[in-house]
C-alpha cells in the first residue's frame, strides 16, 4: 500500500493535457497492455495497433494524456454517449499503464475529466461497461458519485473467470440545476 504522501507527491508532478499525434506511440503501448490483459476492456487482446489507435482518435472523441517525468502514464478518452438527443450525457474511458496503476493517475484523470465534462457543458457521464470484478475501476466510480444503475448478467468473457456480469454506471454533473 502506498503512503498517501507518496501518492499526493507523484500526483503534484503529474500533467494532464490534450494528446498529440507524436503521443500516439506511447498510448499504443499503453492500450495494447490493457487490453492484452482481457480482463477490463472488451477489446480483441491482440488488437492491432491501427484498430486501437482508430478508436482511441475517434471521431467526436476528444483524447487527452497524463506524463509523469515526461513520461505519458495514462490517457483517456472524452466523448457524448449517444449521438443527437442523447448526446449531452458524456462517456470516457481510462487506461493507466500497468506498472503505473495503483499511484492515484487514475483518479487525477478522472478529476480532470469530470471537469471537462462540465466544461464542455454535458450533463451527466455515463459508464456503459464496468466489468464487476475491475476492483479499481469500481471503487473510484463509486468515489467519485458513480452509481450502478444497471447490471448486464454475464456480459463480458473475462479471459481467464468466464462470463462475469458488467454494470452500468451514471452520475449527474454540476452543470445540471
Ligand atoms: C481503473 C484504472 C483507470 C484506475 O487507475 P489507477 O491509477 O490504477 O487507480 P488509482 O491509483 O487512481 O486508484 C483509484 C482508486 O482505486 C483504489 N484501488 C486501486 N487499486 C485497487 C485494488 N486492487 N482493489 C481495490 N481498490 C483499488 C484506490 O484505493 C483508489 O481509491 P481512492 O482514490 O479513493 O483512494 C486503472 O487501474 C486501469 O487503467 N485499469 C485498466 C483499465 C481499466 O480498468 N479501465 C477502466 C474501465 S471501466
Keep these: ?100 496503476q495503483g499511484r492515484g493517475i487514475g483518479r487525477a484523470m478522472a478529476e480532470h475529466c469530470l471537469r471537462e465534462a462540465e466544461r464542455l457543458g454535458f450533463r451527466a457521464m455515463q459508464f456503459n461497461f464496468v466489468v464487476a470484478t475491475n476492483k479499481p475501476a469500481l471503487q473510484l466510480w463509486k468515489a467519485l458519485g458513480f452509481r450502478i444503475v444497471g447490471t448486464l448478467p454475464g456480459a463480458f468473457r473475462h479471459i481467464r473467470r468466464g462470463f462475469i456480469d458488467v454494470y452500468v454506471m451514471y452520475r449527474q454533473l454540476k452543470a445540471v440545476v
Design 1 to 100: 500500500m502506498k503512503q498517501p504522501q507518496a501518492r499526493n507527491s507523484r500526483r503534484q508532478s503529474l500533467q494532464i493535457r490534450r494528446a498529440r499525434k507524436n503521443d500516439r506511440d506511447a498510448i499504443w503501448r499503453i492500450f495494447r497492455a490493457v487490453v492484452a490483459r482481457g480482463d477490463t476492456y472488451v477489446f480483441d487482446p491482440h488488437i492491432s495497433r491501427t484498430k486501437a489507435l482508430g478508436y482511441w482518435f475517434g471521431q467526436k472523441r476528444r483524447c487527452y494524456v497524463a506524463v509523469s517525468d515526461e513520461r505519458i502514464v495514462g490517457t483517456y478518452i472524452l466523448n457524448p454517449n449517444q449521438p443527437a438527443l442523447g448526446s449531452h450525457v458524456a462517456n470516457a474511458g481510462f487506461m493507466v499503464a500497468p506498472s503505473a
